[in-house]
C-alpha cells in the first residue's frame, strides 16, 4: 500500500501519548504538534486511527500545502489542486478552517477563500458545481493556516472521535471520552488490567471513566457504535478495507468478553448523575459488567470478591466558588480515608483543577501529569496505597482564598 500523511488532533498534553497509540496502528510519526501529531502510513492506519483511537480526536487525511500569505494567494493554490480526487461528482461538502496571519485575520474569510477555489476548480474543469452543506457534507475539508502556509487535508473522522455514541446525556462539568482514557493510561490502567486489577471510580459523575476503563479492559473498540464517519461517501474510500477492519473490531469485542473481566463500579452522592450514568453504560453495551450506585465518599465499601490490586481513579469537583473550596479539603481527607480503608495494595489517581488539596489525601504523590480539562490547567496526581506512601493530611489554609504561593508550595513539595 502506498503511504499517507496523516495529521491527528488531541487534546492539548496528550500528543506523546496518542504518538504511542498510532504506532500500535502502523502509523509512524513525522513530528508533534501542539494538541496533534503529523504521522504517514497507508489508509488502513488511518481506518484504524478513526476506529480505535481512544485519544484523538480528528484524523485528516493530509492532501497538500500551499503558500497563504494572501487571500489571493491561498485562492491560486487551492484552484490549482485536482479537487475531483477527493469531493464526489454531485457531492457536498464544508471546510473547516483554523488559524490567521496578518492578512487572513479570521476564519470565516479563510473558510470563504478555499471554498471559492474548490468550486471554480470543478468549473474550470467543466463538471458540476459542488454544493456546500454547512451541517451533513459528504466530505469535509480541512484547512489549517499556520504563518504563511496553509496545510489542506480530508477529515476522514467526520466529527470528534471522542463522541463514541454512548454519552448523549451528561452531568455537570463532564469530563470528555478521550482525556479520560488518556487519564486511564496515564494511571496505568491497561497493565493494571491485564495483571487482575479492578477498578473503581469513588466520584463517577455520568460515568465517563468506569465506561471507557471498561472498554479498554475488554478490547472495545471506542468507535464501534459509530453509524458514520467522514470517508464514506470520500471517493478514495475502500469499502471493502473498512469492512474488514469493523468485524475485526466486533470479533475482538466478543473476544474481549471470554476471559476475566474486571470488576469495575463507580460511586456518587447524586443520585441523579448515577441515573445518568446507567443510561449511558446501557447504550455502550456494558450493564452487566459495569455497576454503579449512588453512595458518598465517606460511606465507600466494596462488598464481594475485589483483586487486591486495582485502580482507584477520579476527578472531583474542582471547586471554582470559594464557598465550594472551603469544603474541598474535607473532601479529599475522606478520599484518603476511603481508599486507605477500602483498597490498601491499590493505586490511586486523582485529576484536579485544584492539585494543592493533594496534601489533604494523606498519601505521598510519587508522579503528577499536567493536562487541560479543556482550557482549564489541571493535574493527575498519581498515589500507592500503602503505609510507605502515608503522610498526615495536611489541608491549606484558605482566608479568603488559595493564594498562588500556598498552591506553588504545596505542588512542589509532592
Sequence with gaps: MSKSVFFVTCPKGVEYLLADELSTFGLDTVRNAPAGVWVEGSLEGGYRACLWSRLANRVILHIDEVDANSGDQLYDGVV???????????????????????????TQYGAQRVKDGIVDR??????????????????????????GRLSLGIDLSGHSLHMRGYRTDQGLAPLKENLAAA????????????????FVDPMCGSGTL??????????????RKQERFGFEKW?????????????????????????????????????????????????????????????AVDALELEGDWSDQGLVLTNPPYGERLSERRELGGLYQALGDAVKRC?????????????????SIGLRSYKQYRLFNGKLPAQLLLFEVN????????????????????????????
Design 80 to 106: 490549482h489542486m485536482d479537487w475531483q480526487q477527493h469531493i464526489p461528482v454531485h457531492g457536498s461538502f464544508r471546510v473547516t478552517f483554523l488559524g490567521q496571519n496578518e492578512a487572513i485575520r479570521n
Design 122 to 147: 470543478f468549473q474550470a474543469n467543466g463538471g458540476p458545481r459542488p454544493s456546500v452543506d454547512a451541517k451533513n457534507p459528504d466530505v469535509i475539508v480541512s484547512a489549517r493556516l499556520n504563518r
Design 183 to 198: 487519564l486511564l493510561m496515564r494511571a496505568g490502567w491497561p497493565e493494571i488490567a491485564a495483571a487482575g486489577g479492578d
Design 210 to 223: 468506569v465506561v471507557e476503563a471498561a472498554m479498554m479492559a475488554l478490547d472495545m473498540a471506542p468507535g
Design 235 to 295: 471517493p478514495g474510500h475502500q469499502p471493502e478495507l473498512w469492512l474488514s477492519l469493523r468485524q475485526e473490531a466486533e470479533r475482538r469485542a466478543h473476544e474481549g468478553k471470554q476471559g476475566r473481566i474486571p470488576r469495575m463500579a463507580g460511586f456518587d452522592q447524586d443520585s441523579r448523575v448515577i441515573g445518568t450514568a446507567w443510561k449511558n453504560i446501557q447504550r455502550a453495551g456494558l450493564e452487566n459488567v459495569v455497576h454503579v450506585e449512588a453512595r
Design 343 to 359: 483498597v490498601p495494595g491499590w493505586r490511586l489517581g486523582v485529576f484536579t483543577g485544584a492539585p494543592e488539596f493533594g496534601k
Design 387 to 414: 503505609e510507605v506512601s502515608a503522610m498526615t493530611p495536611r489541608t491549606p489554609d484558605i482566608p479568603g482564598e488559595v493564594t498562588p504561593r500556598i498552591a506553588n508550595e504545596e505542588r512542589a513539595a509532592m
